[in-house]
């Protein structure tokens, strides 16, 4: 019996994994410009979260990367970003700030590094900036500062004190959920509630979904992201009894949601699946056959992919180029971001013949890896994304119907 088979991956052939860039170039395809850099502006985090794609799993390079940022390096990261805008024409990028924990910067950097990337966007082209932080340091100063400076702030949270604390903990072994439940009843107050991106959570199958839900509506966030933890086929995620046990778990707060008088919230997973089902496109890396538009720069200056590639491997995220001396256009041409931008041409002939593979997109490409054969093979979590899938299209087909029939 061959790895795959005991994986239960179905037998394949796989003739390449990364995509011949120069015979995509031939027949026409041009790659997509980046919309989102993502700037690790501080290396280190203030909470040991077990499940951390950064510190936990394949990749261990922060070891040996600066732990913050120098102006020098977000000087020429700004300079990169407002060259790519220029060039490509780009009405808006995005500037998300990253860690680690970026809020360990201090607002006084984060004050220097956003008003630098704000002079270096050419005219006509809005820069939006937003952070992704643990929320242990927001309190009404930091929320002041970031505000002035027009930053959205995202949250991430697991749902309620005792759920979110198993995983999201200090150094110390303390749970965090009592620092970040603060911060986000601040964030939701008057004063700041213009400045909510939303909420993360990491899915955990082994809690009460419908608790973690209202654990998260309570903050009345804009919105609200379903993050499947990061596995692959070399390392899978845990499982419980049962065969899908995070479609399972999605589904449960779906039906919630969606059946819900009102909108409580947007769910961002969510939304993306109905959108690409009614045949639009997605915003999500988890789902849909969108080109993937994000760059990432490290404290070093090194321009990476995305970072959840450092589940898979130790230098999974490399292209070898850096801001002080290569342009964001030659990262558009390594061979790791074009295959998350060639959409269906990437995906695995498996996947190609999935009836919802336009919907899937062939999940998470992080979710897709397996050793010694690379990403061209089905997520991780396929079975749990095509009962999920199939679930929404029900739902909506079911509505859908119901309203024809009520206009004829």
Not at 138 to 166: C, E, F, H, I
Not at 308 to 323: E, W
Not at 363 to 386: K, Q, W
Request: net charge neutral; glycine share 10%.
């Amino acid at each position: 019996m061959s790895e795959r088979q005991a994986l239960g991956l179905p037998v394949m052939s796989v003739a390449t994994d990364w995509p011949d860039v120069a015979e995509l170039r031939a027949s026409g395809w041009r790659p997509t410009p980046f919309r989102d850099v993502v700037l690790k502006v501080h290396q280190r985090c203030n909470l040991a979260c077990d499940y951390c794609y950064v510190y936990t799993l394949a990749d261990q390079s922060w070891r040996d990367r600066p732990r913050v940022m120098s102006p020098s390096i977000w000087r020429a990261a700004a300079a990169r970003m407002g060259e790519h805008a220029t060039t490509h024409r780009l009405p808006s990028m995005r500037l998300i700030l990253h860690g680690g924990e970026p809020l360990l910067v201090g607002p006084d950097q984060l004050d220097l590094l956003i008003g630098d990337f704000r002079a270096a966007m050419p005219a006509g082209c809005r820069l939006d900036v937003q952070v992704q932080t643990n929320g242990v340091l927001l309190d009404r100063p930091m929320l002041d500062r970031l505000g002035a400076a027009g930053v959205a702030v995202g949250v991430s949270l697991d749902g309620p004190q005792a759920d979110n604390d198993r995983h999201r903990r200090l150094p110390s072994g303390a749970g965090s959920f009592a620092a970040v439940d603060r911060a986000l009843r601040l964030l939701g107050s008057a004063p700041y509630v213009s400045s909510f991106a939303g909420i993360l959570c990491t899915v955990d199958p082994t809690i009460d979904p419908l608790a973690c839900y209202d654990a998260l509506v309570r903050y009345s966030p804009p919105l609200i992201d379903f993050l499947l933890p990061h596995a692959n086929w070399s390392a899978p995620p845990p499982r419980g009894p049962g065969g899908t046990p995070y479609a399972d778990w999605l589904i449960t707060i779906f039906d919630r949601w969606y059946g819900a008088a009102r909108q409580e919230t947007r769910v961002g997973l969510f939304e993306d699946i109905m959108g690409l089902v009614l045949g639009g496109t997605g915003h999500s890396e988890q789902v849909g056959l969108s080109p993937v538009a994000v760059v990432v720069v490290e404290t070093d200056g090194t321009i990476e992919q995305a970072d959840s590639l450092k589940s898979a491997y130790p230098g999974a995220c490399a292209t070898g180029l850096t801001v002080l001396a290569d342009s964001f256009d030659r990262a558009l041409s390594h061979p790791g971001v074009v295959a998350r931008q060639i959409g269906l041409r990437a995906l695995a002939d498996t996947c190609r013949r999935c009836p919802v593979h336009s919907v899937c997109g062939g999940g998470h490409y992080a979710h897709r890896y397996l050793a010694g054969e690379g990403f061209r093979n089905p997520s991780v979590y396929c079975a749990d994304m095509r009962r999920l899938i199939d679930h929404v299209i029900g739902r909506v087909t079911v509505d859908l119907h119901r309203r024809l029939r009520s206009d004829t």
